[in-house]
């Protein structure tokens, strides 16, 4: 294995992003001859502070990746590459170049290109691996191991058997924070848990996976990240191969749920799993309220579990039942929305993309309204007027956007009429900072022709 550093300088980015983007720009140089073969390509996104990253080859979009992502290969003939690292200015389009670095790619080689660091000091990483020789008859499987987090004193990681205790054996890699091994285990496939502890301290653990089988004949990339960056909050589990990628959930952490009521049309509610009237999920739950993060014990694992909504105190009525199922020891949001009377009452699940942006604000919608077809959402910026501009995003019902960054000023939220300027609400003022989400709801009024917006808490 061959690991190249580069070290790049610092950036800012300017104004209004809606994607905070890291380009990779690779343009082919003079090399006499033709190719004799390929070698493998793909990158790692580990710099929480940072909204999207978006690699470019030659100018072309290779993959879009969200902080923790990991993308799969791409083959590139064996030649000689000039490499240009560059960050796209999202308002502007305009590139800054932070870090250049040469390299022939050499025939069934493997490079896994590490975006790590902090905005002020981010930093390349190349790391090169001969390519597997595992074919579809093999019995084995191959890991190494990334340590993308920044967990004091480092960590050691071991994979053994359902329930193993990591005293009784020796870890497969040992390393300190945003680091990777120099070797690959290979071990033979079968079902194991990745157990995650304290660097030299194997009876401190601080992830243990939830059991899952390795496949035959891949190879595995084992990265483990904290998911704020800082070394001191949950963690992440990742793997990624050939055949199959994503997180290995936390076998200790709780599966859980949040809700916000924004039905105008139903009094307080109890939400109740699997009919347990003795120890509701959630009590007395109001219109325009947001419950806390409770545990839903019986959904751990996958389980489908059913939900049902009781007026606050008689769960003897119903006023919704509903199955729903949750992603093992994830937390999750939902909305209570529509009318019990039209049969529209729901639990709405919401994929509310939370994660911060250092030098920008993530900001969220959510349309609960049942009283129009469609609203039109405005967000002005000082000296912009209601009827001179186009609205940022319309909006149907029980539906959300949630992927905007914006830049750290001050807007006023505007929400009419669809197609028209009539105000249904407005206007808000929202002083933004950067490091923040915002997440606004859009609910029904009790006055007519109206509706409000509901403003989160600050994350």
């Known amino acids: 294995m061959n690991i190249v550093r580069l070290k790049t300088s610092p950036w800012r980015l300017a104004k209004l992003a809606l994607a905070a983007v890291f380009a990779v720009l690779v343009g ?44 799969s290969f791409s083959e590139f003939d064996d030649l000689n590459y000039d490499f240009n690292f560059e960050v796209i200015d999202g308002s502007t389009g305009e590139l800054a170049r932070v870090a250049t670095t040469n390299l022939t790619v050499e025939v069934d080689t493997d490079y896994t290109f590490f975006v790590t660091g902090s905005p002020a000091s981010p930093q390349i990483t190349i790391v090169s691996q001969p390519e597997s020789t595992l074919d579809a008859n093999a019995t084995d499987v191959e890991l190494w191991f990334a340590n993308l987090s920044s967990v004091p004193g ?51 653990e601080i992830y243990r996976s939830e059991p899952f089988g390795f496949p035959s004949g891949d190879r595995f990339l084992v990265n483990f990240f904290d998911n704020a960056g800082d070394g001191t909050t949950d963690y992440t589990l990742q793997i990624a191969g050939g055949s199959t990628a994503g997180s290995i959930a936390d076998d200790a952490a709780p599966t ?38 409770s545990d ?74 049942q009283t129009q077809d469609f609203i039109d959402l405005y967000l002005l910026e000082e000296g912009e007027e209601l009827e001179t501009e186009n609205p940022l995003a319309r909006l149907p019902g029980s539906t959300a956007i949630d992927q905007l960054t914006l830049t750290p000023i001050n807007y006023q939220v505007y929400i009419t009429e669809q197609d028209t300027k009539t105000v249904l609400a407005g206007p808000l003022d929202l002083a933004l900072a950067a490091g923040e989400v915002v997440e606004l709801i859009i609910v029904d009024s009790a006055i007519a022709n109206t509706v409000d917006i509901v403003v989160l808490d600050p994350r």
């Open 296 to 369: 839903v014990a019986a959904a751990d694992d996958g389980a489908e579990v059913a939900l049902q909504v009781t007026p606050t105190g008689d769960a003897g009525v119903t006023l919704l039942e509903q199955a729903a199922t949750f992603a093992d020891a994830t937390s999750s949001f939902a909305v209570l929305s529509g009318d019990q009377a039209d049969e529209t009452l729901a639990i709405i699940p919401i994929a509310l993309l939370r994660r911060p942006v250092f030098d920008a604000v993530r900001f969220g919608v959510f349309n609960a309204v």
């Open 154 to 204: 480092g960590i050691d990681f071991y994979v053994g058997a359902t329930d193993f205790d990591p005293a009784a054996t020796q870890p497969l890699a040992s390393l300190a924070a945003t680091a990777f091994n120099d070797d690959i285990a290979s071990l033979a496939a079968d079902t194991y848990q990745v157990v995650v502890t304290a660097r030299g301290d194997a009876a401190t």
């Open 28 to 71: 082919c140089t003079d090399t006499p001859g033709e190719p004799n073969g390929q070698g493998n390509l793909r990158a790692v996104h580990a710099i929480a502070e940072y909204g999207t990253v978006q690699f470019l080859i030659e100018g072309a979009s290779l993959v879009a990746l969200e902080f923790q992502g990991t993308s």
């Open 256 to 293: 859980r749920l949040q809700i916000f009521h924004a039905s105008q049309t139903t009094a307080n509610v109890d939400v109740l799993v699997d009919a347990d009237a003795a120890n509701p999920l959630i009590t007395n739950l109001a219109f325009g309220e947001l419950s806390d993060l």
